[in-house]
C-alpha cells in the first residue's frame, strides 16, 4: 500500500471518529440491524464503547422496538428519511435526529448500509423558538391590526357622528343629501324632503337647570325624532338645539306629516332630573321640488324656513318658498339699520298712562320705544325687538330706553313738581342677567338725580326660567339700590307659584288676554280675581293691561283692581302729548297717542 494511500486512509479515519455526527455501517437481516462499525459519536449515543457495539444488533443494544422498526423502514427504502425522527432512550432523553441512509452493497447475502445521523435537537429547538416567536409577533400584529381597525371606526364615527346622540352630524347629512339631490337630478330617484328644527326656549330650559340636563334633554329629543322615522331616512343632529332630517323617496304630504307627527312626539313629557318638561319645535320645511342644486343651498333655505316658523310662533313648521329669502335679506337689512339707529340715538319713546281705576288719577308712564325708520315709516316693538333679540341688540336697546326713560322722567318732575309720578321701564331677560345691568340702573338715576322708588322695572314670566340663584343675586342688589320690579303678562309663560312667593315684586300685570273678555267669560272673570287677591296678599299692586271698554273698567273695579292702562285711557303717547296730559288736560282720553 502506498504512503499517500495510507495516509489519506488515517484521515479518514481520523475524520470518521472524531465526526460529531454519528456514523457506522449496518448489515439489514430478516428482522434486525446488525452494527458492523461505527464512530465515537454514535456508540457515545447508545451509551457503549465503539468495540462493543461492533457486532450488536439494535435490539440487544435496548434500542426500544419502535425504533427498531422505523430504522428498519428507512434501511429497506434505501433512503433518506423526509421528516427528522423524534428519539426518546433512557439515557439521552428525548432528541430528534436527521437519518441519511446510503446501500453499500451485499456482503455474505445480508444488505450493508452506511448510515449517517445527525442529531438536530438544537436545531428543532431554535425552529420551535422561532415559531413561538412568529406566532407572538402574528398575534401582536393581529392584536395591532385590530386596535388600528377601531381607531380607523372611531375617527370615522367622530368624523360623520355627533358624539353627544350617537345621531348623524352635519358632515354626515350633507353627503348623504349631496347623493340624494344627484340622484334627483339624474332622474333616478324619487322626491325627497328636509326638515330643519331648532327646539323653541331650550336656552332658557339649559340655563336653568343646567348643562348636564340639557344634554340629557337633546339626547331624548334626538331619541324620539329616529323613533318616529323609517329606516332610510336621516336624522342628524347639527349642534346646539338644532336637528335636521332627510326623507327619502317622500313627497309633500308625507313630508307634511312627518313635522306634524314631530311636534305631537316632542310635546309628550321629559322627565330631566325629576322635572317634567313639554318641548316645542320650529320646523323649516323644503321639497326637492324647490329646485336647488347643492346641498348648502338647501340646508340655507330649510334652516330659513324654520326661522320664519319661529318668527311667527313657536311649535309650527313652515315651508319654504322663495319669497322667504327676500324677506331674509330684508331682515339682515333691518338689523343693520337698527345698529345704526342706536348708534345715532333714531329712536324714540312713547308713554303710556297708568291709572288708578277708581278714579282715573294719573300715576306713571309705560316707557315704550318706537322707530320712525327712514324707509319703512313708523314701526313699533313688534317689528324689531325679536330681532333685537336673536341678534344680541337688545342689550343696547334696553340701556337706550332705561336713560331716555330716566332722562324724561327728570324733565317731568322739574316741570311739574307737584306732581307725583313713576316710570315703567322694561328689560329683556338677557339685560336683566346681563353683567353691570345694576350699575347701569344706578348711573342712569344718578345721572338725572331720580330717586329709586320712582322706577319701576318690568321683566317677563321667562326670566324666572333663569337659574333661581343667578336672579336672586341681581334682585337682591336692585332691591338694595331701591327700585321696583313688575312682573309683566303674568300668567302667558312659566308662571311658578312657588317662586312667585318669593320674588318681591312691587307690582303684578295681569296680561290683556285675560282682561280682554273678562265681560264675557266668567271662568277669565274668576282668573283675573284670583290673581288679584294673590297680588294684594304678596304685598303687590295689580294692574291691569289692554283696558279698552267701559265694561272691562267697570268689571276690574268689581274685582278690586286697582290700576290699569290700555286704550280706554290713552294710547302710547309722544312726549309732548304726555306734556300736554300733565299740564291738565281735562281727559286722557282726548289726547290721540299711537
Known amino acids: 500500500m502506498s504512503k499517500p494511500f495510507s495516509e489519506a486512509q488515517d484521515t479518514l479515519r481520523s475524520f470518521y471518529d472524531s465526526a460529531s455526527v454519528m456514523m457506522g455501517t449496518v448489515e439489514l437481516n430478516t428482522d434486525d440491524i446488525l452494527h458492523i462499525s461505527d464512530n465515537r459519536a454514535a456508540a457515545t449515543f447508545f451509551d457503549i464503547t465503539p468495540e462493543a457495539m461492533q457486532g450488536k444488533t439494535a435490539r440487544a443494544m435496548g434500542v426500544p422496538e419502535e425504533y427498531v422498526q422505523l430504522w428498519l423502514r428507512a434501511y429497506r427504502a434505501s433512503v433518506t428519511s423526509s421528516e427528522p425522527i423524534r428519539f426518546d432512550y433512557d439515557h439521552v ?226 315651508v319654504f318658498d322663495s319669497s322667504m329669502r327676500e324677506g331674509a335679506v330684508r331682515r339682515l337689512e333691518l338689523e343693520a339699520d337698527l345698529r345704526v339707529a342706536l348708534q345715532e340715538q333714531a329712536l324714540s319713546l312713547h308713554f303710556q298712562p297708568i291709572v288708578r281705576l277708581d278714579d282715573g288719577h294719573l300715576m306713571g308712564f309705560e316707557a315704550l320705544v318706537r322707530w320712525n325708520h327712514p324707509k319703512n315709516g313708523f314701526l313699533t316693538p313688534d317689528a324689531f325687538i325679536s330681532l333685537a333679540e336673536e341678534t344680541g341688540l337688545i342689550i343696547e336697546l334696553d340701556r337706550y330706553v332705561l336713560r331716555e326713560a330716566c332722562g324724561q322722567l327728570a324733565r317731568w318732575r322739574a316741570e311739574f313738581p307737584r306732581t307725583e309720578l313713576n316710570m315703567n321701564v322694561n328689560l329683556s331677560s338677557q339685560q336683566f342677567m346681563h353683567e353691570g345691568l345694576v350699575q347701569e340702573v344706578e348711573g342712569a338715576l344718578l345721572q338725572h338725580g331720580l330717586s329709586p322708588r320712582n322706577l319701576n322695572l318690568e321683566i317677563t314670566e321667562s326670566l324666572l326660567m333663569h337659574p333661581i340663584a343667578s336672579v336672586d343675586v341681581v334682585v337682591e342688589q336692585l332691591l338694595a339700590l331701591g327700585v321696583g320690579l313688575c312682573l309683566d303678562d303674568f300668567g302667558t309663560g312659566y308662571s311658578s307659584l312657588g317662586y312667585l312667593r318669593r320674588f318681591p315684586a312691587r307690582v303684578l300685570k295681569i296680561d290683556r288676554g285675560f282682561v280682554q273678555d273678562i265681560d264675557v267669560d266668567e271662568k277669565g272673570a274668576h282668573l283675573v280675581e284670583a290673581v288679584v287677591m294673590m297680588a294684594h296678599k304678596l304685598d303687590m299692586r295689580a294692574v291691569a293691561e289692554g283696558v279698552e271698554t267701559e265694561v272691562q273698567l267697570a268689571r276690574l273695579r268689581e274685582l278690586g283692581c286697582e290700576y290699569g292702562q290700555g286704550y280706554l285711557f290713552a294710547k302710547p303717547l309722544t312726549t309732548e302729548q304726555a306734556g300736554l296730559l300733565l299740564a291738565g288736560t281735562p281727559d286722557v282720553k282726548d289726547i290721540d297717542g299711537a
Not at 114 to 123: A, E, G, M, N, T
Not at 135 to 144: G, H, I, P, T, Y
Not at 250 to 259: F, L, N, Q
Not at 273 to 291: D, I, P
Open 93 to 318: 432523553g428525548k432528541v430528534w435526529l436527521k437519518v441519511t441512509v446510503n446501500y453499500i452493497g451485499l456482503s455474505g447475502g445480508c444488505q450493508r448500509f452506511l448510515y449517517v445521523v445527525d442529531d438536530i435537537s438544537d436545531l428543532k429547538a431554535s425552529e420551535r423558538a422561532l415559531q413561538k416567536a412568529h406566532d407572538r409577533l402574528d398575534a401582536q400584529v393581529s392584536e395591532r391590526t385590530a386596535e388600528l381597525k377601531a381607531a380607523n371606526y372611531r375617527l370615522r364615527h367622530a368624523a360623520y357622528y355627533d358624539a353627544l346622540t350617537g345621531l348623524p352630524n352635519r358632515l354626515l347629512f350633507t353627503n348623504r343629501l349631496t347623493h340624494a339631490l344627484e340622484r334627483y337630478q339624474q332622474g333616478s330617484a324619487l322626491d325627497f324632503a328636509v326638515l330643519f328644527m331648532d327646539l323653541d326656549h331650550f336656552k332658557v330650559i339649559n340655563d336653568s337647570l343646567g348643562h348636564p340636563a340639557g344634554d340629557a334633554l337633546l339626547v331624548a329629543v334626538g331619541e324620539r325624532l329616529a323613533g318616529c322615522m323609517r329606516e332610510a331616512d336621516t336624522v342628524a343632529r347639527f349642534g346646539g338645539d338644532e336637528f335636521a332630517i332627510l326623507l327619502e323617496h317622500c313627497d309633500a304630504v308625507r313630508a307634511t306629516e312627518v313635522a306634524t307627527r314631530m311636534q305631537t312626539v316632542l310635546t309628550q313629557p321629559f322627565r330631566i332630573k325629576e322635572r317634567v318638561f313639554t318641548l316645542s319645535a320650529s320646523v323649516g320645511l323644503l321639497l326637492s321640488e324647490s329646485g336647488h342644486a347643492r346641498a348648502q343651498d338647501v340646508l340655507r333655505d330649510a334652516d330659513l324656513a324654520m326661522y320664519y316658523a319661529k318668527a311667527h310662533r313657536s311649535g309650527r313648521y313652515e
